[in-house]
């Protein structure tokens, strides 16, 4: 066994984007593609050796052969230790906090996250640092430039080595310790929500379903709620991860999670449903009857976290992406706490939830989570949500209706546009950035533009500024329309258009969100031209 440096070439356009570098299957499988990356990482952190580092991906198709490239690698770089997850598999919160536990240096997370997966279909990778947290812009940055000098990588010349099993093992001088996935994470769970309030309200006969989506959160739900809270057997459906995700988008939202929908709507509805996405970082809300948007969700968290013991204190401060509805805002200013709008992404709340400014954070695409990791996380939001079910005895529709008296209603939706040309993309979003001064004043729809911007945002904490972060058009009523292009996909470009829509009118908060955002949506259009340019008559995915 021994190491070598191979030689290699600078592979253009290995750019990260919203979370990782994302790209198809056959491409992170062509040679040296998934190597540079590794090596870039590496040598953008400013070297491996003796260094610790956390290893695990979502389970999806090539993660088992990643894994042992990533494993061949480090030892060839002087890595120390690498721990990782039993048969490569760790979610992306479980990841985060087996980091901070261990106070690693950071980790490989492999996944493309709610894309599909299998050898046609998408494959991701991202590096977390120490405190967690996704890579921050300047590190993403370093990494970038480092894939376009590169000339060769570190690999060990190895067997592949055993992940089914926990235990140590050693490949050259490096330690790998293969532990459970789910042990760690599950035990924080039981430290910040009343685990006891949530087994009575089971053992009471309250009825739920968790559809892991044939992914990674599978065994973290079955052990969570069906062996410690005592959820009967039955309530994780799609429980065992699979590398094709089942041929499914493992997406947590009303369109891919229909399995789960159907359910909830049905004669027979449990009194609660959740599901969580291909790394187990997002999570969807619904009750019987009643969907949760993740904006919602958030501020109904924001309200009434301070029901779990691990939140007893209250919030220090809320933080949102730009996009998502400010609902939460509405909640954080009731309450007097600190509110802060990010661009999107998870990697812009890590300063916040370390400088303690914020520990409730939320994303509009279903991430919600808090500073006990540095991830969005999927089942923490599901379990907060049982906790504050479990102790104020309210079914969702009474939380929601009662939020929305008290709060008002910001209706939203997110309207996206997918596979489209990439210049077409290109075009719109330039032509709408070259007459946003001229907006203010004019009318669409009936509704009065009052501002209109191109988001950017200077980090509070560490003063880092990024911009063309997402196109803002705010009217006159509390209604808005924020228009960005996805930073995730792998074919074409996505467009995708947030629209919301304040209601404070107590008669008025049982409206449809289609009825409650016609006029904004017609405004999008109008404004953005976005029929006319696409040739698109309706979104392909309306959340
Ligand atoms: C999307 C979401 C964003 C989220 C990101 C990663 O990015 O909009 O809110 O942080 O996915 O989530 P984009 O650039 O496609 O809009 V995950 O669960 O895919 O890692
Ligand atoms: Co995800």
Redesign the pocket.
């Known amino acids: 066994m021994t190491a070598r440096r191979i030689a290699t070439q600078a592979i253009p356009g290995q750019q990260a ?4 570098l ?1 790209r198809k299957t056959r491409d992170f499988m062509a040679p040296h593609f998934l190597e540079n990356y590794v090596q870039a990482t590496l040598n953008g952190i400013g070297g491996a050796a003796g260094k610790r580092l956390v290893v695990g991906g979502d389970g999806r198709y090539f993660n088992p052969e990643a894994i042992q490239v990533i494993l061949r690698m480090a030892a060839a770089n002087g890595v120390a230790e690498v721990i990782v997850g039993r048969d490569g598999l760790l979610s ?1 919160p479980a990841a985060s906090h087996l980091i901070r536990l261990n106070k690693t240096d950071g980790g490989f997370i492999l ?5 599909p997966g299998g050898i046609d279909a998408d494959f ?1 990778i ?1 590096f977390n640092m120490a405190n967690g947290g996704p890579a921050s812009q300047t590190l993403a940055d370093a990494i970038y430039d480092e894939t376009q000098t590169i000339a060769d990588y570190g690999m060990f010349d190895a067997h592949d080595i055993a992940l089914h099993e926990t235990g140590t093992r050693q490949l050259g001088d490096m330690t790998i310790t293969v532990v459970d996935p789910v042990a760690d994470y599950a035990a924080l769970m039981a430290e910040l929500f009343d685990f006891n309030a949530i087994a009575k309200l089971f053992a009471g006969g309250f009825g739920m379903c968790f559809d892991a989506m044939h992914a990674v959160t599978g065994p973290y739900a079955h052990k969570i709620l069906e062996d410690m809270l005592g959820a009967p057997k039955g309530t994780v459906i799609n429980g065992i991860p699979l590398p094709d995700f089942g041929k499914g988008h493992p997406d947590p939202n009303p369109i891919w999670a229909h399995e789960l929908m159907g359910i909830m709507t049905g004669p027979d509805a449990p009194d609660f449903g959740a599901a969580s ?3 187990g ?2 999570n969807m809300i619904v009750g019987r009857g009643a969907y949760v948007t993740p904006s919602d969700s958030l501020a109904l968290i924001a309200a009434h976290a301070h029901l779990a013991p691990g939140y007893a204190q209250g919030l220090s401060g809320v933080a949102r ?1 730009m ?2 509805s400010t609902a939460v805002d509405r909640v954080a200013a009731a309450k007097g706490m600190a509110c802060f709008e990010t661009p ?3 990697k812009f709340f890590g300063t916040l939830l370390d400088a303690g400014k914020a520990n409730l954070c939320g ?5 919600t989570g808090s500073d006990h990791v540095r991830e ?1 996380d999927g089942l923490w939001a599901v379990l907060m949500w049982l906790n504050i079910i479990a102790v104020s005895g309210k079914s969702v529709s009474a939380l929601m209706q009662d939020h929305w008296q008290n709060y008002g209603r910001n209706y939203y939706s997110r309207h996206d546009y997918e596979a489209i040309d990439i210049n077409v993309a290109n075009r719109l979003v330039s032509d709408l950035k070259a007459k946003l001064d001229s907006l203010p004043g004019q009318s669409f729809a009936g509704l009065d533009v009052t501002e209109a911007s191109d988001f950017s945002y200077r980090d509070p904490v560490d003063h880092s500024f990024v911009e063309g972060q997402g196109i803002q058009i705010k009217f006159a009523g509390d209604a808005r329309v924020v228009l ?6 792998t074919e074409g470009a ?1 467009l ?1 258009v947030y629209l919301e829509q304040l209601e404070t009118d107590a008669a008025r908060l049982n409206q449809t969100p289609e009825d409650a955002l016609a006029a904004v949506k017609q405004a999008a259009d109008e404004i953005a031209e976005i029929t006319a340019r696409t040739g698109r008559d309706a979104p392909d995915v309306k959340t």
């Open positions: 984007g919203t979370s990782g994302r992306t996944s493309a996250s709610h894309n991701g991202k996405d291909g790394d970082d997002r992406s996009p998502t999107t992404g998870w994303e509009e695409s279903a991430g969005k960005r292009l996805s930073g995730t996909g996505t995708r």
